[in-house]
């Protein structure tokens, strides 16, 4: 079976669609200031290497679990919804099917505990 990250279009796809997705995201009044103080190349680095991961295309991803790589940073549910969004806008302007991105999406669902904070979620509620 083909993996997503091969359906996709490999590394070539994966690099377009972190540089659109953080576009839109830095683009995203609610969402740039988490990244004020973030070293971009290095964060697309590491989201390059997360996604073909993910993804199916190798084991290239050696940065931190996603709970320690965001903690304290206050990502709220809305926050982490709007990123799942652009995802989906970019890879939707990348012409990658429905299906496809609905199974990215499906990847991603689980993160949320990890990735949202305690405080940050219990605000939201």
Known sequence: MTSIYDQIGGAG?????VDMFYGKVLADPDLRGYFAHIDLARLKRHQ???LTAALGGGD???GRAMGPAHA???????AFDAVVGHLAA???ELSVPNE???????ALVPLRPEIVSV???AANR
């Open 90 to 92: 970019t890879l939707t």
């Open 60 to 62: 290239a991803y050696a």
């Open 119 to 121: 405080a940050a979620h």
């Open 100 to 106: 496809i991105i609905t199974e990215i999406g499906s």
């Open 72 to 78: 304290g940073l206050g990502v709220t549910d809305a």
């Open 13 to 17: 796809a994966v690099d377009t669609a």
């Open 48 to 50: 390059q290497a997360f």
